[in-house]
T-cell receptor
Framework: DAGVTQSPTHLIKTRGQQVTLRCSPK?????VSWYQQALGQGPQFIFQ???????QRGNFPDRFSGHQFPNYSSELNVNALLLGDSALYLC???????????FGPGTRLLVL | QKEVEQNSGPLSVPEGAIASLNCTYS??????FFWYRQYSGKSPELIMS????GDKEDGRFTAQLNKASQYVSLLIRDSQPSDSATYLC?????????????FGKGTKLSVIP
């Protein structure tokens, strides 16, 4: 049973650049949520995608955008990177209205 | 602003003891609660979910929920050094069209051999 996968595992960018992170959900799951986790903090909800639509969004600026594909995989895009965007980016998948979310290994982004 | 509060720790317990981790939440309408374990440098791993008042047991783990007090706890019996990690409490926000989890900052547990 394939779990949630994310790529890349690590990424280094400079301020002002753009980045795309990718996520494939657990087999059988159709919903993908993205979280940002700064060092020493709990994960913060960015947004959730279901049926290729953004279903809910957290308190993140429009520089953060996403997409979900017909195969349920998802991308997180961040434009005009800031130093404060350095964090662990987590993708979590779930099935339909079920609430249990399972996390992937994360992508660690460093902005210099 | 819906909040989830946890003691940051570190909480140190000797091997074989019971570790007790606590969490309070502000969203009175919340119905779904989760505990995740996160090892250093890794992603959160689901331990348990709980939806009803009372206790729910799974192996060495027991989750306790008291909605009236807006309090969730996790007990780890016979603690092992491999239980040393940060434990995250997560609460699903209430309200129609709300799907997000709100996390606490986590409690760091250290089990001393």
């Amino acid at each position: 049973d394939a779990g949630v996968t994310q790529s890349p595992t690590h990424l280094i960018k400079t301020r002002g650049q753009q980045v795309t992170l990718r996520c494939s959900p657990k087999s059988g799951h159709d919903t993908v949520s993205w979280y940002q986790q700064a060092l020493g903090q709990g994960p913060q909800f960015i947004f959730q995608y279901y049926e290729e639509e953004e279903r809910q969004r957290g308190n993140f600026p429009d520089r953060f955008s996403g997409h979900q594909f017909p195969n349920y995989s998802s991308e997180l895009n961040v434009n005009a990177l800031l130093l404060g965007d350095s964090a662990l980016y987590l993708c979590a998948s779930s099935f339909g209205v079920r609430e249990t979310q399972y996390f992937g290994p994360g992508t660690r982004l460093l902005v210099l | 602003q819906k909040e989830v509060e946890q003691n940051s720790g570190p909480l140190s317990v000797p091997e074989g003891a019971i570790a007790s981790l606590n969490c309070t939440y502000s969203d009175r309408g919340s119905q779904s609660f989760f505990w995740y374990r996160q090892y250093s440098g890794k992603s959160p791993e689901l331990i348990m979910s709980i939806y009803s008042n009372g206790d729910k047991e799974d192996g060495r783990f027991t989750a306790q929920l008291n909605k009236a007090s807006q309090y969730v706890s996790l007990l780890i019996r016979d603690s092992q050094p491999s239980d040393s990690a940060t434990y995250l409490c997560a609460v699903k926000n209430s309200g129609a069209g709300s799907y997000q989890l709100t996390f606490g900052k986590g409690t760091k547990l250290s089990v001393i051999p």
